[in-house]
């Protein structure tokens, strides 16, 4: 619900929002205000996270699994340009649909959520690898807050999947029309966010020694 | 759903006869469409039944957990106790305060907010209608989750702070239902933070610059904005403990090198903001009482809006405060001591403002005004025993005593609970269209003072003495045996003063029912007909001046007293559309007397009011004068900004189409899913976990894909639901 329309649009007073919405307080839509809110709130979720992993670097009794043990920076490396890259698709998705442009909308959906799907293969595949190598959960400090600050991203990645996944199938339905182009945005935000998130975590849990 | 609201007449003309006040909504959808009964609130989406949901659902709470406190205070009446075991004493003392923060103070405030801060915005409905219901039911669920715990082996026994790594260790699923609970209870909270904050900052109706809102929207929008930032830090800490429970994680694994101190880190950086969330919607609800009931605008307003942003701010700076004896060094117990120093200011100031509102003013001493002197004062007691505690040598003596008790209990009892009670006596007669006797008002507020003093005085002094908290007996010679008693016999009189408002409230029912504005008061919400219609504004207001309605009904003379307007509304009519430029622009200059905002209400219905108006003033407290200048809504005319859209519309008796989000299933079945799934992973037993993940996910796609306003029936009239439909579109697609 918003403010009514009527007397503002007469008074061309509140500020005027993207055709489909209701004019509102800020001229952002609810919808924009809401998503930036709860992005603010994730950051102090995976600002916590990784301050706990951080406190906890280094401070394994010794003898067990170190990160210098597992870590394969080559082979995550490109598993985060593979992520990066899903931010640039989305892009594309964001501006095709702004053109009006439905079939590279989904081609770029698509390529997107597919990007994001192999990040989280990626990950899958690399706690098997750690596992097999020893480092499980309950190893050491190490073990437990590094599965569990990736976990916590891979989870966030595996939710943009589904929703990017969950816009492709509206928009093949036809339901995605080119006034619901603020949805992708919105979805958009988050995969942003999502990856600026990794950037983060990549530097300072594996490039930084 | 649609409904259809006549446009008022012009000024001239007579109300209606009764039996046209409110055409029955005009359809029936496949949608959940009660209109009334039980199901009608379990599918609603409006923020008033969802607000009153909250508060009914936080009152039981508040019952049960009262009764958790009287059994606590039977045990340690006397020493030597064994009416309690010390286990049945660990558990009830730790559901008593998680009960009475998360499941009382929290959404008690939180139900006000959804009541009060659409309406006092001049907004029809929170941004997202459905999150709401959905943050009610998350509640509701969370709660009744963790007092599942009592029938199901034992409830939460480590603390209502749930220390790890003791926590961590601890068998049974005890601590477990409470990590459970409060992540649950976290989703409720987190949700509605991000839909009030939307709604107020983008939802207020035009004129309503942030600087005209009414300190109670401020002081909720600062605490929403903590609980925003505050609750992913918790989250993080509880999950970090499941994991540690559940899969042998070691994040609070001493043996394992962790680092005790985690937790209490962790725990306070959102323990710490919790307080002000407990405290500041209070003491919006304050700010609001004091000013009516003085007859005087609010002291310094501005210096009110800042302390409480400052005290958002400072309050992410103190949280070490709670850990002075945990040995961080003298560098960092320093600055906090000083920044715990430091956040007395801001609180003081607004006790001053608040005096300074009451001096010289009119004031009326009612029951809401007694519960928010009460909370003036009880909670500066706090406030002084808190400035005790940032004194580090001081705190090392208190920490751990009953001290620390009586000045939480005086912080969220004396300051919260008082000023959430005044809230409830003064917004009563807007929920309800009746009030609460102002007799046993007052005779409440007086028991409740004397047994709150006679309860939490006397810890100060066991405290001092060296009774420790959480101990469940105390042997005879330790000098605690009278104060104990004393304190024990104050909780029994705290219990009888709840009973006398369980007694008001239930005579309120054949209580005459009150117009718009029986306080005489200052805000939008008394412009609406009590209890509010489901779209709150038949008319979005225009508003023209912090306290709008007091301006809409009161001029100043030349000493500046206020004196009641003479012109009839109608005359100032003209400067309407000049106001609006100018209000929306932001012109601070433009003042209420020239332009008055639109707000309508069905005539029928305000004829209604005005007979039960009059019966109201020879009801008890309510003032002689209070009734006479209400009418303001009542007789405001129709603003007919609207007349270029819709030419039909220009003459009372077409029909104007406000759609209002429609009822929904959903949001109460995602809800029911979350319990699905804790109790799936606390038992171990994959195959109901996944069952109620993939319920959740089931009941969001279907939430998601259904319209926030149902589609409405062909009309015989096509165009009037076309012309106004931006009303109901932007309800929130993800709403």
Redesign the interface.
Known sequence: ???????????G??HEVEP???????G????K??MW??L???C??F???IS?YL??KG???GNTITPEDVYDIPYTSVSSFVLLMSSLTMVLALAAIQRGDHRRLRVWLLTTALLGASFVAGQVYEFTVFIKEGLT??T??F???F??LTG?HGAHVTLGV?MLA?LYSLSLRGRMPTE?AE?VE?VGLYWHFVDIVWIVIFTLVYLIP | MAIVTSPPPSPAELPPPPGSARPAPVRLLRRPTHPTGLWSWITTVDHKKIGIMYSAAAFIFFLIGGIEALLLRVQLGSPDNTFLSADAYNQVFTMHGTTMIFLVVMPLSAGLANYLL?IMV????????RLNAFGFWVFLVGGLFMYSSFLLGGAPNGGWFGYAPLTRNMPGHNIDYWIFGLQILGIAS?TG???L??TV??????G?SLFRMPVFVWMSLIAQFLL??????I???L??LM??RQ?????FNAQ????PL?WQH?FW?FGHPEVYILILPAMGVVSEILPVFSRKPLFGYQVMVISGIAIGFIGWGVWAHHMFVSGLGPVATSAFSASTMFIAVPTGVKIFNWLATMWKGKIRITAPFLFAVGFVTMFTIGGLSGVTHAVVPSDTQQTDTYYIVAHFHYVLFGGSMFGLFGGAFFWWPKFTGRMLSDRLGKMQFWLMLIGFNMTFGPFHILGLQGMPRRIYTYPEDMGWDFWNMVATVGSFLIAVSVLVFMWNVWKSRKSPQVGNDPWDARTLEWSIPSPPPEYNFA??P?VTARDDLWHRKYEEDQEGRPVPRTRPESEERAAV?RA??AA??GEAGLRGPDATSSVVTETAAGRAEAAGRAEAEEGDGVDATAGSHAEAGDEGTH?D??G??DGHDEHGGHDEHIH??SPSYWPLVAAMGLAVVCYGVMYKFLPVAILGGLWI?GSL?AW?LEPATAPDEPEPEPSTSTD?E?????????G
Do not use: C, W
């Open positions: 619900m918003s403010t009514i329309s009527a007397p503002t649009d007469a008074q007073s509140h489909g919405h209701p004019p509102t307080s800020t952002l839509s609810n919808e205000v809401a809110a709860f603010g709130s994730e102090l979720l600002g916590a996270l706990v406190l906890y401070q394994s009794p959960l309950s050491n400090l073990g437990s807050s599965y569990v916590f589904l969950s619901k949805t919105l | 659409p001049g907004a029809r409905d929170v941004a997202f209608p987190l933070a991000v839909n904050i939307v900052i983008n939802m207020r109706a035009p309503m925003l930032f505050a609750l992913p830090v989250t993080v800490a999950f970090l994991f540690d899969f042998g994680a070691n994040f394992e090198g962790a680092d985690l962790l950086l008319e979005i225009l559309g609006v430029e929306t622009g603003h900004e609207h270029g859209h209002m989000p996910v796609y998601a106004l931006p009303v109901g579109s932007g309800t929130g697609s993800a």
